[in-house]
């Protein structure tokens, strides 16, 4: 059984009677109909209008059904097209079915050929739709294998992630050291038409000056003392490909004119050379500087830092999506525990709120380190607060809200209350009474009546 509450048919026809007659079959259905007296007023209608199915005559004057079904389909690709036929068309009718069309039905008709070619238009589109689904669904996950996160600042970077991984255009990726600028380039290159093409990476801040203008741009032997055989490029070698220029703000002023020169024309001469090279890469640029600071300060040329700001990707930090932080702890602590071939159950309860409460000045990149030390060095099941190191545990912020389930007891709400906000005035009963509005004779009986219980 198939909704057709919310499918809209799209009537094809220069006959009003024929019109009259489908509109009259399929409303009784409860099809939504809109008709159209010839091709021109039917695309008119698919632009402005979500059609389901269009049911079109084959033979119109202007534009025939085999025009507009071609037409249509770049408009709505999954409308399901039935063409109607008189006999001496079925030859042309056939031939409009190896373009697209769902069904062809022969005139004169009757209801039940009607309505059994709509559903069966209806439960093919529903079909390819929800095939579509299930590869985006089964896909979704190796788009972005070797990023964590479901926060909306970090959704928002990957969907536009996927909507310029396409072109051709240069990214610029800001955000502060650790914050997975790399990954977010590979994930680019993954999901563009380069990606069968190599993937190089440059750390500009890594290489020496006197070294950084040869490892970009390659050199012949003999261009200065040491080289002793050609060397090639990274932008040689990763021609069709995508070179991603790490810390690209740290490239000095005289290589800057040489990848400026390779951004407008996409030429380049190697050290020693005065042979001109052409070069096809998708450049990926990224830094945790303030490019449009150091154009001002004329550290940084304009000309190329426009050419390289082309579209520009902002990575939050950690601190700005607490929501990733256990997704990313618990991926960290599954791939160290096995590289460190060490069993473990999980995070404890107030170790996953230490975590969630530290700024996290170094980011993605500390907080893997701080997971692979605790494996390393826990050896226990679960991992606890004591497990981490302790500028960690002291950067603690002060619990804002309490979690309470459902069904716990009133006297236990208040006991949790009370050694919630202990913890965060570091145990100073006077000060917690006053935070919440009671006695320090009250929270002295609690903690009491509570440390009498633990020692029975």
């Given at each position: ?237 990763a021609d069709g490909g995508t070179l991603f220029l790490d ?210």
């Amino acid at each position: 059984m198939t909704d057709s509450s919310f499918k809209v048919v799209l009537i094809v026809d220069d006959d009003p009677g024929v019109r009259e007659s489908l509109t009259r079959v399929l409303s009784k259905d409860g099809y939504q109909i809109i008709e159209a007296e010839d091709g021109e007023k039917a695309l008119n209608i698919c632009r402005q209008e979500l059609v389901h199915i269009i049911i079109t005559d084959l033979r119109m004057p202007g534009m025939d059904g085999v025009e507009l079904l071609k037409a249509v389909k770049l408009l709505l690709p999954d409308v399901a097209v039935i063409l109607m036929t008189a006999y001496g068309s079925v030859d042309k009718a056939v031939e409009a079915l190896k373009q697209g069309a769902s069904d062809f039905i022969l005139k004169p008709f009757k209801r039940i050929e009607i309505e059994k070619a709509v559903r069966k238009a209806i439960e093919h589109q529903s079909l390819i739709v929800e095939n579509r689904y299930l590869k985006h669904q089964m896909e979704a996950g190796q788009e972005f294998p070797n990023i964590i996160g479901s926060s909306p600042a970090m959704r928002k970077v990957l969907n536009l992630v996927e909507q310029i991984a396409p072109s051709t255009a240069t990214v610029l990726i800001l955000g502060e050291s650790g914050t997975g600028k790399g990954v977010i380039a590979e994930a680019i290159h993954r999901l563009s038409d380069r990606k069968e093409r190599t993937f190089i990476k440059v750390s500009c801040a890594a290489i020496p000056e006197t070294l950084l203008e040869a490892e970009l741009f390659g050199y012949e032997r003999g261009a200065f003392t040491g080289a002793v055989a050609r060397k090639e490029g990274r932008f040689e070698l990763a021609d069709g490909g995508t070179l991603f220029l790490d810390e690209v703000g740290e490239i000095p002023p005289a290589i800057q004119v040489k990848l400026l020169r390779v951004l407008q024309d996409g030429t380049f001469e190697r050290l020693g050379s005065t042979r001109t090279q052409a070069t096809d890469v998708r450049l990926v640029a990224a830094t945790n500087t303030n490019l449009a600071e150091a154009v001002e300060q004329k550290r940084f040329r304009e000309d190329l830092y426009y050419r390289l700001n082309v579209i520009s990707i902002d990575l939050p930090p950690l601190r700005d999506r607490p929501e990733d932080i256990p997704l990313l702890a618990q991926h960290f602590l599954k791939t160290y525990s096995a590289k460190n071939k060490k069993e473990f159950e999980g995070f404890s309860r107030e170790a996953l709120e230490v975590l969630a409460h530290y700024s996290w000045p170094g980011n993605v990149r500390e907080l893997e380190n701080t997971i692979e030390r605790a494996v390393v060095l826990t050896r226990k099941k679960i991992i606890a607060p004591t497990d981490l190191p302790e500028h960690i545990n002291q950067g603690q912020k002060i619990t804002e809200f309490i979690r309470v389930p459902i069904g716990m007891p009133l006297e236990e709400v208040k006991n949790k209350v009370i050694e919630e906000t202990l913890k965060t005035t570091k145990g100073d009963k006077t000060l917690a009474a006053k935070i919440l509005g009671i006695t320090s004779r009250t929270i002295y009986r609690k903690v009491g009546k509570k440390q009498k219980e633990e020692t029975d």
